[in-house]
């Protein structure tokens, strides 16, 4: 178990399963409050240390003491409040069971749609693509889904998603992607128009004009997960030259 | 854990898509994705690239009592296990319908059309021959494992070398490595496979089918052929009945490409050569 020493917060600070972080260098920040929060990739141990559990990179922000490791992987695990997107597998009378990419497929229920009732609720097929939210995920039971805002109860962009092409990619790719600033997205969108929608399960629905720009996009966003800005402008031109 | 069924918009889009003559993956109908061979420290070790699928083969070598029928052939063996690493819709154990075809398809490519010569495995008749086995695992499937598989087989085989060995009267010694640089294989020929898969009601073929190509396509073909143009086998299973003058259109292609492949491979090969050379 190695022990890390946090020089400066701007170095890259990259953490494998097991290491310690040293008590002193977290607590430097807060003047307020002597609080901490932990975010995904961290947990305390019984005594009293924090320990990562994930590899990634360190990161940490001044608000409120977030200290948390930002690491990839390919495998979802449902977790509450996200949105995704799922492929409708089975129908029963009350829910339709719907594969999210986790170990487990989620159970979307039949009237979780914006002003669905028994008299009139929408009717999904077996291969639909649906862009929904976790409304219950837990380690011990299937997640479940709903396809509408819970607290407005309107459908707020979750629903069905017609036409166009869903990928696959990492997590950590989908994260970024959700990011406003996005370079690929960006330079994709001056050339070409079209809608998207990114789950954090890994899976991005995109839909254009023609299936030439669609396979175009799809390609371009599943080649910029490991190119840096300038490689990306590079591609994304000599992507558009082709067309 | 099968593996789940694409959804309707993925298999309408790559429809679609082939109807205006795209591919998902940016390729042109009869491409190849790109090929990379890999070669380990070992002899007989290497590990091939089709895209996003990865096949690993390794031969080996051992001396076995021959048949009493047959005193002076040497024995071929391939072993291919399709393992949950490729994808989880495989289990250990379980031997899926596509599992079988690939281990026939790579026996029929492989054994029967004598691309290794096994009477030269010979070593004394009637008592020892060399029994040579092809271990291939699957480590990634994106798609046409066949091609890939029948790649790595080959170009292990091609790769591999086996202990030399003297014979004077009944007296046979296995030299080891230190003794004796160790000897090739006699390979005649090198039957590479090519898979096309048929869509738009048989109108559409396309070469190197991806996973998602193969889980939407109305039916396939497999060509085996070496550079001198010979048809070593030719497997349809089932899928949609296609016309003679498409199946003999796909041969054509599959000349073209076998050429590409084996000098791709011989290139690959002597590079590796080289290295090895150079290392020691």
Same mark, same amino acid.
């Given at each position: ?14 953490? *494998? ?35 990562? /559990? ?40 009350? &829910?339709?069971? /719907? ?24 009717? &999904?097929?077996?291969?639909?693509? *649906?862009?929904?939210? /976790? ?5 011990? #039971? ?63 629905? /995109? ?5 030439? &720009? ?20 590079? #591609? ?8 | ?29 009869? +491409? ?13 070790? =290497? ?44 289990? @250990? ?8 075809? =690939? ?42 494992? %066949? ?17 030399? =060995? ?5 007296? @046979? ?32 073929? %396309? @070469? +190197? ?17 070496? %550079? ?16 003679? +003058? ?8 599959? %000349? ?25």
């Amino acid at each position: 178990m190695a022990s890390i020493t946090t020089e400066e917060e701007s170095k890259l600070l990259i953490v *494998l399963p097991g290491d310690q972080l040293p008590e002193s260098g977290l607590m430097e920040d807060s003047s307020a409050a002597h609080r901490l929060t932990l975010g995904p990739g961290l947990a305390p141990m019984d005594d009293d240390s924090i320990t990562a /559990v994930k590899a990634g990179i360190l990161k940490h922000n001044a608000v409120g003491n977030r200290w948390w490791v930002e690491s990839n992987q390919r495998r979802y695990v449902a977790a509450q409040g996200e949105s995704i997107i799922g492929v409708v597998t089975g129908k029963s009378a009350e &829910h339709y069971k /719907v594969d999210i990419g986790a170990s487990q497929p989620a159970l979307l229920g039949v009237l979780a749609f914006e002003g669905a009732t028994k008299r009139n609720k929408p009717n &999904h097929n077996i291969g639909d693509l *649906l862009y929904c939210r /976790v409304s219950m995920a837990n380690k011990d #039971m299937e997640a479940e889904l709903e396809c509408m805002n819970p607290t407005t109860g309107k459908a707020d962009g979750f629903g069905e998603l017609k036409g166009g092409f869903v990928i696959k990619i990492s997590l950590g790719l989908a994260r970024r992607l959700l990011d406003p600033k996005n370079l690929v997205l960006r330079l994709l969108g001056q050339h070409i128009p079209f809608e998207m929608a990114v789950g954090t399960n890994g899976k991005v629905w /995109v839909n254009s004009a023609n299936a030439q &720009h669609t396979i175009l996009i799809c390609n371009a966003i599943r080649n910029s997960e490991y190119l840096n800005s300038a490689e990306c402008s590079a #591609m994304v031109k000599s992507l558009v030259e082709k067309m | 854990m099968r593996d789940a069924d694409p959804s309707t918009n993925e298999r309408e889009f790559l429809l679609a898509a082939l109807k205006d003559g795209a591919r998902i993956d940016g390729r042109k109908f009869y +491409d190849f994705r790109t090929l990379r061979l890999t070669f380990g420290a070992e002899y007989g070790a =290497v590990e091939v690239q089709l895209g996003n699928t990865r096949v690993l083969a390794k031969v080996s070598c051992e001396v076995i009592r021959p048949y009493t029928d047959k005193p002076t052939e040497g024995f071929l063996m391939f072993n291919t296990e399709l393992s949950p690493m490729a994808s989880a819709a495989f289990e @250990v154990g379980r031997q899926t319908d596509e599992e079988v075809l =690939v281990s026939r398809l790579i026996e029929k490519a492989m054994r029967r059309s004598r691309a290794l010569d096994t009477e030269g495995l010979c070593i004394v008749a009637g008592e020892k021959v060399w029994s040579i086995r092809v271990d291939i695992h699957f480590l990634d499937h994106d798609g046409n494992l %066949v091609d890939a598989a029948c790649i790595a087989a080959i170009t292990a085989l091609l790769h591999f070398r086996r202990p030399d =060995v003297t014979v004077v009267g009944e007296d @046979v010694t296995i030299h080891t490595l230190e003794q004796r640089n160790p000897v090739p294989l006699s390979i005649h020929h090198i039957p590479i496979c090519t898979t096309f898969a048929f869509f738009n009601n048989g109108e559409r073929m %396309v @070469v +190197d089918p991806t996973f998602l190509e193969e889980q939407v396509k109305e039916g396939d073909m497999t060509i085996t052929l070496n %550079v001198h143009k010979e048809v070593c086998a030719l497997s349809k299973a089932g899928g949609i009945p296609m016309e003679i +003058d498409q199946i003999l259109q796909c041969t054509k292609v599959a %000349v073209v490409k076998v050429a590409e492949i084996t000098a791709q491979i011989q290139a690959a090969l002597e590079a590796d050569a080289k290295n090895q050379i150079a290392r020691k």
